[in-house]
């Protein structure tokens, strides 16, 4: 006879990151996973569980409990899986969870590669949602991380051939993630949907979701848990303050209050740029050593090309040149003309450390500049420019970038959208047809000067001291 999943947690669910700790689920939590993994011998209500709620409430360890009770106690010997949008996080979160609850409970068990046998025959392997060789799999339990993910069509068919197997007694496929964005993963969102169409659960009713809404539905053997509503200890009230402050409005509440959301923001508000004003920034006179980053964002037609220049500091990221050239239908931009000779004129002048830039552009501006002995350094506009544009926005709301007040960056900045991924936020024009190519230099500079210059310092520093005459040189 099983025994009930809540009492079992008690007992043997270790946490993986607090050493000889054991899960502690919230009282609404307990209730709801006894009433989906009840102690006895009859059959299980549900053959597909989604588990729906803000970030950090320990979804994760959740799963990976569940795929042990199931492993001891559910379909035995049981054939399991872990899936997530990748190998690496198959392997790094649920997984490797349950592994460390094993290990630190000393339960029997073997390991090989990415499965896990337990004593009685049962393994729970670890494999990426886009593993088209599992499709079909007669699986006991297999479990889902973050399905908001699953949008690429080989991804789609796998989870759509993976389901429940009749020749089980308790097959199930157990769901975790938050809500993710409009129009993205029709599958996780026409699943939340279809229970939501369904029947709120009576006993369960009193359980609400943060708009007053039952928290908990089911259609058929699909059941849902989704909640807006963060409920773990360390879910505080300055916490979730400190996040909606940093985080782009639609991020907050995609991640803090489970929401699903449009994928477009402002990337600030003019409150929030005008707080890193300082009016005693300005580029550094003729001859100063400062070493300078600067980034420039080109176009040649009715666009708009910009140069933007930034020093390090230890404390923080200074904004001290901006340069923006318009371009006409009938009047195209030459960037040979324009931005290279005054990349020329700045490097003659000052400590131009290097200038970053957009090689579809700009192959032909840096070939000059590099004979005019100018460092360049290539930019592509691929994933590294969603980490500049993340590593933008925190430096803004963290207080760690300041700015000369230029009105043409202004703008550009307070222009530019945001679209939001699960590895950051890019910068993206309005549709309105505002401009934001100095925002985008700006950001490639802020990252190059944060990357490149405390190294260029610290050189600069060294040959300082080598000249010291009290030290010899």
């Not at 729906?52 to 399991?80: F, M, N």
């Not at 489970?258 to 994928?263: A, E, F, K, L, S």
């Not at 929030?272 to 100063?288: F, T």
């Not at 931005?339 to 957009?358: C, F, G, S, W």
Request: hydrophobic share 40%.
């Amino acid at each position: 006879m099983r025994p009930p999943f809540t009492a079992w947690a008690t007992e043997h669910l270790f946490l993986h990151d607090k050493r000889g700790q054991r899960a502690v689920f919230p009282p609404a939590w307990r209730r709801i996973l006894d009433h989906c993994f009840p102690a006895g011998d009859d059959p299980l209500p549900y053959s597909r569980i989604v588990w729906s709620c803000p970030k950090k409430s320990a979804k994760s360890t959740l799963a990976a409990g569940v795929q042990l009770w199931y492993g001891w106690h559910v379909e035995t010997p049981g054939e399991q899986y872990v899936l997530a949008n990748d190998l690496e996080g198959a392997r790094t979160r649920v997984w490797r969870y349950a592994l460390a609850a094993l290990t630190q409970g000393k339960a029997a068990h073997r390991l090989s590669g990415t499965t896990i046998t337990l004593a009685n025959g049962t393994t729970i392997r670890a494999i990426p949602s886009d593993y088209r060789g599992e499709a079909g799999a007669n699986f006991s339990l297999a479990t889902v991380d973050e399905p908001w993910g699953v949008i690429h069509e080989s991804a789609v068919r796998l989870h759509t051939e993976f389901s429940p197997p009749p020749t089980r007694r308790d097959p199930l496929v157990f769901y975790t993630g938050y809500a993710g964005w409009e129009g993205q993963s029709a599958f996780w969102h026409s699943m939340i949907d279809t229970a939501l169409a369904g029947e709120a659960i009576p006993e369960l009713a009193d359980i609400e979701d943060g708009d007053g809404q039952p928290a908990c539905w089911r259609a058929g053997r699909l059941f849902l848990y989704h909640d807006h509503t963060p409920r773990m200890a360390w879910h505080t009230a300055e916490y979730l303050a400190e996040q909606r402050r940093v985080l782009a409005p639609s991020e907050y509440l995609r991640v803090w209050e489970n929401r699903r959301v449009r994928g477009a923001d402002s990337f600030l508000t003019p409150a929030q740029w005008d707080a890193c004003y300082d009016p005693a920034l300005d580029l550094p006179p003729s001859g100063d050593p400062r070493p300078l980053i600067f980034a420039a964002d080109a176009a040649t037609t009715a666009d708009t090309t910009a140069l933007v220049g930034c020093l390090w500091t230890e404390k923080r990221i200074e904004v001290v040149y901006t340069r923006v050239w318009r371009g006409r239908p009938d009047a195209p931009i030459q960037l040979t003309e324009t931005i290279t000779p005054e990349i020329i004129a700045l490097a003659k002048t000052r400590h131009v450390a290097a200038v970053l830039y957009d090689p579809y552009q700009m192959a032909a501006v840096a070939e000059l500049c590099r004979r005019a002995g100018v460092t360049m350094i290539e930019f592509p506009q691929t994933a590294a420019r969603v980490q500049a544009d993340t590593h933008l926005r925190h430096l803004i709301l963290g207080g760690r970038l300041a700015h000369d007040g230029d009105p043409l960056l202004r703008e550009h900045v307070l222009n530019a959208l945001i679209a939001a991924s699960d590895r950051g936020v890019r910068l993206i024009k309005p549709t309105t047809g505002g401009k934001i190519d100095a925002a985008v230099a700006l950001s490639m500079a802020a990252l190059g000067a944060a990357e490149h210059l405390p190294a260029v310092r610290h050189a600069s520093l060294r040959l300082e001291r080598k000249r010291n005459p009290f030290f010899g040189g």
